[in-house]
């Protein structure tokens, strides 16, 4: 969980508030740096002696219990707001996935009575919970709910303006309503956070302010926030710890799965200049789709991003030429190594990793979800991401500059956005026919591009001091710099109005698409929201002291108390 101060923890507090992940890490004062990026902190040995809890079938029994303590409390409850927070509350305790068909029931019925005008008697705060719930799960809702109630002067609460803040992130494009809103509810929550007690309530603020879209990094927050709410429900909580306990035991169990894998690669022999950060990657694939029946998506999630990287390190510090780059991207454009003999060795040994890691991957997908020809869809998906690196390569060797819109049309294949959200495709879009799949493909192109550009620029965001010191590839940042002639500041503020653009986009999509679509588009966006997280402040991921330390502490470490 992260501390009411904000920022890293240092190594004395690892060991203090994680006693049992601490023999899983480096002192990481003593790690000298190499290059730009620090080595790997963790301790391998020492992940694979966690000790698994919560997995007996006592705790699953509990879990059941509970389950219907808590589907109960729909049936008992006549209030529609009281049961609009108990649906806000499970999905911020990480539990909607267990009452989707509670949820759903619920909220077609509310659609009806906002049909007739249902609009939270002039509440903010009923109106704010009831147009994020109804739009968050793609039903029709208007703008025009908050029509004067956006007003700060009048409604000056921290509870409203926060709930008010986190529906503002759900506007689409020209909705200038929820536009003032947001502006509105950040001025206040700010201004706020240094009159609050240091508390739970400032934690959520400033989370939320941070990273106001609720993916499972949160959970342990807002469960100890839950927990000090005096009118929480016990039956909500328990199950919110226990389903917080069994998925850390579950991703444990994973992790250690995918070391074994990384560490019979043994990579870092033939490639090392490339970074190790499997565990980061795994991090990652857990805010992109964190519920337990999802344990291979993770696995092919977290192998491609572990591959993504090395990749990039293959073409920035590989120490290959241009012309060897030229002709890695034909052997991965031809998908065969027969023309790779005038290759580094370790080139080489990138392109065999590649091609049988995606062989395998695309092998499980068709064996657990009935695809066939899954493996010219991935592998098109990784063609273009190399493409795209290259392009990068030739513009630094070229030293050009490219204009904005050359480098973001380019930087969204090579934010690897899109070709992870292929993965995500197979997983969880019910087997069709290859035409079928080309044509849902090309319908949600925009949804991918919108995704895939907002990775981009919140890596470059991050990145961009990294990148003026290690001379690289210019970044979205420069882009603009150069062709606008504006300040570093300015560029900033350009590129997040950038990201809040393409967030409206992907909202809109969320609601065109049918409901077949749904679970793919709302998985598929988390890639978006983990690079919120991850490049919030500096690179989390590269960077090997970065916040994703916290993050895989939270994840893997101590389990929550139970009563």
Not at 340 to 356: A, G, H, I, V
Not at 393 to 418: C, L, M, Q
Not at 484 to 500: D, L, P, T
Request: charged share 25%.
């Amino acid at each position: 969980m992260e501390s009411k101060n904000e920022g890293l923890a240092t190594d004395d507090q690892v060991m203090h508030n994680h006693p049992q992940v601490y023999s899983m890490i480096s002192k990481v004062d003593h790690i000298p740096t190499t290059g730009v990026y620090k080595p790997n902190i963790w301790k391998y040995d020492g992940i694979e002696a966690l000790t698994i809890k919560y997995v007996h079938e006592k705790y699953e029994r509990m879990v059941s219990k509970l389950i219907e303590d808590v589907r109960c409390l729909f049936s008992n409850t006549l209030d529609i707001w009281e049961n609009l927070e108990l649906v806000d509350n499970m999905e911020k305790l990480g539990l909607a996935y267990l009452f989707e068909y509670e949820i759903k029931k619920f909220l077609d019925k509310l659609e009806c009575k906002n049909n007739q005008n249902l609009d939270g008697n002039k509440n903010l705060y009923n109106t704010a919970l009831l147009f994020t719930l109804l739009r968050k799960h793609g039903y029709h809702v208007s703008q025009d709910l908050f029509v004067a109630l956006v007003d700060i002067s009048t409604h000056s609460d921290a509870k409203s303006q926060l709930k008010l803040f986190e529906a503002s992130h759900l506007a689409f494009e020209g909705e200038d309503i929820l536009e003032k809103a947001n502006m509105n509810s950040r001025k206040f929550l700010e201004s706020i956070g240094s009159c609050l007690d240091i508390d739970a309530s400032l934690a959520i603020i400033s989370r939320t302010l941070k990273d106001p879209y609720n993916i499972w990094y949160n959970v342990k927050t807002q469960i100890d926030y839950y927990e000090k709410n005096k009118k929480s429900n016990s039956h909500l909580l328990n199950l919110a710890k226990y389903n917080f306990n069994m998925f850390q035991a579950t991703h444990q169990k994973e992790v250690k799965e995918l070391l074994r894998w990384w560490r019979v690669l043994d990579l870092e022999k033939s490639l090392p200049f490339i970074r190790n950060r499997i565990m980061e990657s795994f991090v990652c694939a857990v805010g992109i789709v964190c519920e337990p029946k999802y344990g291979s998506l993770r696995n092919w999630l977290t192998k491609s991003i572990t591959l993504v990287l090395v990749l990039d390190d293959v073409y920035d510090a590989s120490g290959g030429t241009l012309e060897d780059l030229e002709i890695f991207t034909s052997a991965v454009y031809r998908w065969d190594d027969e023309e790779t003999k005038t290759l580094p060795e370790c080139m080489k040994t990138c392109l065999r990793t590649l091609y049988d890691t995606i062989k395998d991957i695309a092998s499980e997908i068709e064996d657990q979800y009935g695809w066939n020809l899954v493996s010219p869809h991935l592998q098109k998906a990784w063609i273009t991401f190399c493409q795209s690196l290259l392009k990068e390569a030739r513009w630094f060797n070229k030293k050009y500059t490219p204009t904005i819109g050359e480098h973001t049309d380019n930087g969204v294949n090579s934010s690897s956005g899109p070709l992870l959200s292929i993965h995500i495709f197979f997983a969880l879009v019910p087997n069709t026919e290859q035409q079928e799949v080309v044509d849902i493909l090309n319908s949600t192109a925009e949804h991918d591009q919108n995704v895939g550009l907002i990775f981009r620029l919140c890596n470059d965001l991050g990145n961009y001091a990294v990148e003026i010191e290690r001379s690289d590839a210019s970044s979205s940042i420069q882009c603009i710099m150069h062709e606008q002639g504006v300040s570093e500041e300015v560029a900033r503020i350009r590129i997040k109005s950038m990201i809040a653009n393409a967030w409206k986009k992907i909202n809109y999509e969320r609601i065109k698409h049918p409901p077949l679509l749904q679970p793919y588009l709302k998985y598929s966006a988390n890639i978006a929201r983990v690079a919120h997280v991850v490049y919030h402040n500096g690179d989390g991921v590269s960077n090997a002291d970065g916040m994703t330390r916290n993050h895989v502490m939270d994840l893997l470490s101590e389990p929550l108390l139970l009563t």
